[in-house]
């Protein structure tokens, strides 16, 4: 089983920045990919970013250019800096990590952006 652990949700205003953090433990397979998501209320989650254990990174076109996921493999930790945050970016975010044992979710973490 992996748990996933994230922190670094809360409230900023518009145009400033937030650090989510994730940290994965149990058993955790060499070749994973760790990626956030996010929901609007009654909406369907969406990707937000993910990143391999190669390397490989995509992006979600409404988030490039401000957000930045990076990961560390020897905390078996992801991160996503979020720069030039709009209200519209206000969400619940979701940590994953996907690998051949299964799909793993976070608890999600409050983002909420004032305009």
């Known amino acids: 089983q992996v748990q996933l652990a994230e922190s670094g949700g809360g409230l900023v205003q518009a145009g400033g920045s937030l650090r989510l953090s994730c940290a994965a433990s149990?058993?955790?397979?060499?070749?994973?990919?760790m990626g956030w998501y996010r929901q609007y209320p009654e909406k369907q989650r969406e990707l937000v970013a993910f990143?391999?254990?190669?390397?490989?990174?995509n992006y979600a076109d409404s988030v490039k250019g401000r957000f930045t996921i990076s990961r560390a493999d020897s905390k078996n930790t992801v991160y996503l800096q979020m720069n030039s945050l709009k209200p519209e970016d206000t969400a619940v975010y979701y940590c994953?990590?996907?690998?051949?044992?299964?799909?793993?979710w976070g608890q999600g973490t409050q983002v909420t952006v004032s305009s």
């Open positions: 149990g058993t955790i397979f060499a070749f994973n990919v």
């Open positions: 994953n990590l996907k690998s051949g044992r299964g799909d793993y």
């Open positions: 990143i391999t254990t190669s390397g490989g990174i």
